[in-house]
C-alpha cells in the first residue's frame, strides 16, 4: 500500500512539470518498440503490476504478445514471456544484453560495484566467474567434498527422524534452508553456520529473505531514477542493514582463518575458504577480502533461499499428487532399496527423481523474473526494436506454464520429462530457472546434487502426511512474490518412519 500511495503522491507533484514537457513524435525506434498496454501520464504501467507481476504480467503477455514493452515510471521495460524470445535475449543477443539493469536496493554498500551477479561482464567479471567455474562448482570439486553433502543430509534425517517419534510437524522450507545453509558453510568455512543449539538459521533464514524481498520490492527509485538520492521508502537503508549483517559474519571468519594460517605448522583444509586465500596471496588484484566477502554474501544467499524454497515447493507437489508421490518412492526402492542411503552417484539411476526436479522447476522457478537485464545498444527482436538503455525482464514463470510449450501446463506431471531431453542447463529455453548465456548461474552444478539428494533422501525414508488432517487436495499452493517465489503458507508435514 505504501508503494501506490508513494506513486500517486510522485503523479500528483509531478503532473504539472509533465504538463510542460513536449513529448516526442514516435521516431523510428518508437514506432519499432514491442506493443504493450497503454502507460498512464507519469506513472506508465506501474499499476499493470500488481502484488504478484510474475502473473499479471503473464495475462498482459497473452494480449500484447510474448515481447512487450511497459513504461514503469520513467524506465522502459521489455518483458519476454516465449522461450523464442528469451532465446533471442538470453544467447542470440546476449553480448547486447547480457549486463544488469540495476535494483536501488542492490546499491546498499555498493554491492553493485563488487557482487559478481550484478558487475558488468568485463576482466573483474571474468575473473570472478573463472574462480567459480575452475575452483569452486567445477565436477572434481563438487566431487570432492560430497562427504559434506551426505554429513549434512544424514543430520537432516536424524532431526526428522526425532519429529516422526514424536509425530510432530517439520517445517519443511526451514528444515531444508538449514541444511542448505550448514551445507554451503562446511563447503566454504568448515563450519556450521546453523548452531543446532541456537536459532541462527532462523535468523539467516530472516535475512536472506529480507534481502529477497527487498530486492524484489517495487521501488519508487526504481522507476523514477532522480529519486535514488533520497531513497524515498527506505528499501536501500534496510538493505544495507541486512548485508551488514551477513558481511559482518564473513569478515570474522576471513580474519580468523588468516590468523589460523599464520601460526607455525598449521594444516590448511582444501575448503573454498582456503582456495580462495591461495589464490588472493598470488594475484591480490585477481581476488581480495572485499571480493571475498561480497562472492560469500552471493553466494550464501543466492544458494541457500532459492534452494531450500525449490525443495518446499516440491514437496509440496509430491504431497499435493500422492500418485507422483507413490511413483517416486516405488523408483527409489527399487534402485536404492529399503534402508540403503541415496547417493549422489545414485542420481543418474533415478530419472523419475529428477523429472519431478525438472517439473517442480518449471511450475516454481526460484526467480521468476531471473534478473534484470539492459540493453547496452538498440536491439531487434522479432521485427521489434529493444532501445538502448531499457530495462529486460524474461518471465521465466510465464514460459514454464506456456500452453503454446506445455500440455496441461498448469499441472504437476513428472512424467512429461521421461525420455525428454530437457535440461536446465541453459540450453532449454522453455526450463531456464537458472537463467541462460553467459550470465546463468555458476552455483547450477552444486544446486541440482544438493536438491536431488536432499528430496530423494526425504521421499526414500519416510511417508507423509500433512498435520491437522489436512487432505491432499485441500493443501495450498498459494505463492508470494519477492525476488524469490516462496509458498505463501509454509509447508508443515508429518513424517512417517518406513
Not at 519429529?163 to 517445517?171: F, K, M, P, Q, Y
Not at 536501500?236 to 601460526?263: A, N, T, W, Y
Not at 571480493?291 to 509440496?316: I, N, P, Q
Amino acid at each position: 500500500m505504501d508503494f501506490l500511495t508513494g506513486a500517486v503522491c510522485l503523479c500528483l507533484s509531478w503532473i504539472l512539470v509533465q504538463a510542460f514537457r513536449r513529448i516526442p513524435s514516435g521516431n523510428s525506434i518508437h514506432r519499432k518498440l514491442p506493443p504493450g498496454p497503454k502507460p498512464f501520464p507519469v506513472i506508465g504501467n506501474l499499476l499493470d503490476l500488481g502484488v504478484k507481476p510474475h502473473k499479471s504480467l503473464d495475462k498482459l503477455a497473452k494480449v500484447h504478445g510474448p515481447i512487450m514493452s511497459l513504461k514503469l515510471g520513467q524506465v522502459t521495460t521489455i518483458i519476454i514471456s516465449s522461450a523464442h524470445t528469451a532465446k533471442e535475449v538470453l544467447q542470440t543477443h546476449d553480448q547486447f544484453l547480457c549486463n544488469r539493469s540495476i535494483p536501488d536496493a542492490i546499491r546498499a554498500l555498493k554491492h553493485d560495484e563488487l557482487g559478481m551477479p550484478w558487475i558488468p561482464v568485463s576482466t573483474q567479471w571474468r575473473n570472478l566467474r573463472k574462480i567459480c567455474n575452475g575452483h569452486l562448482f567445477a565436477s572434481k570439486v563438487l566431487d570432492a567434498n560430497q562427504d559434506i553433502r551426505r554429513k549434512k543430509v544424514q543430520e537432516l534425517l536424524a532431526e526428522t527422524r526425532q519429529s516422526s517419534l514424536t509425530g510432530e510437524a517439520v517445517n519443511i522450507g526451514r528444515a531444508a534452508f538449514k541444511t542448505t545453509l550448514n551445507l554451503l558453510s562446511n563447503t566454504i568455512f568448515s563450519v556450521d553456520l546453523a548452531d543446532p543449539n541456537s536459532d541462527t538459521a532462523r535468523e539467516f533464514k530472516e535475512i536472506a529473505w529480507n534481502i529477497m524481498q527487498e530486492a524484489g520490492k517495487p521501488n519508487l527509485a526504481d522507476y523514477f531514477p532522480m529519486l535514488k538520492v533520497i531513497d524515498p521508502q527506505g528499501i536501500r537503508q534496510r538493505m544495507s542493514i541486512h548485508f551488514g549483517k551477513f558481511l559482518g559474519v564473513f569478515d570474522r571468519m576471513i580474519s580468523q582463518r588468516l590468523q589460523l594460517r599464520k601460526l607455525p605448522g598449521s594444516v590448511t583444509n582444501g575448503d573454498m575458504l582456503n582456495t580462495l586465500l591461495d589464490i588472493s596471496e598470488k594475484d591480490s588484484e585477481e581476488m581480495d577480502k572485499a571480493k571475498l566477502e561480497r562472492l560469500f554474501l552471493d553466494l550464501f544467499v543466492a544458494g541457500t533461499d532459492t534452494t531450500s524454497a525449490t525443495l518446499e515447493w516440491a514437496m509440496a507437489e509430491l504431497l499435493h499428487n500422492p500418485n507422483a508421490l507413490s511413483k517416486a518412492k516405488e523408483e527409489l526402492e527399487r534402485e536404492i532399496g529399503k534402508g540403503n542411503a541415496v547417493e549422489e552417484s545414485d542420481i543418474a539411476r533415478l530419472p523419475y527423481l529428477q523429472a519431478i526436479v525438472k517439473e517442480t522447476f518449471r511450475l516454481h522457478p526460484a526467480v521468476p523474473f531471473l534478473l534484470p537485464r539492459k540493453a547496452e545498444t538498440d536491439v531487434e527482436i522479432n521485427g521489434y526494436v529493444i532501445p538502448k538503455g531499457a530495462q529486460v525482464l524474461v518471465n521465466a514463470w510465464a514460459i514454464g506454464r506456456d500452453t503454446n510449450l506445455w500440455d496441461n501446463a498448469n499441472f504437476f506431471l513428472p512424467e512429461r520429462f521421461l525420455d525428454s531431453e530437457i535440461d536446465v542447463k541453459g540450453r532449454n529455453f522453455e526450463l531456464i530457472p537458472f537463467g541462460g548465456g553467459r550470465r546463468i548461474c555458476p552455483g547450477l552444478p552444486l544446486a541440482i546434487r544438493m536438491l536431488h539428494l536432499m528430496l530423494g533422501s526425504l521421499i526414500h525414508n519416510f511417508d507423509w502426511k500433512l498435520e491437522d488432517g489436512v487432505k491432499s487436495e485441500e493443501l495450498n499452493m498459494e505463492d508470494k512474490f519477492a525476488l524469490t517465489l516462496q509458498m505463501a503458507y509454509p509447508l508443515r508435514a508429518i513424517p512417517i518412519p518406513v
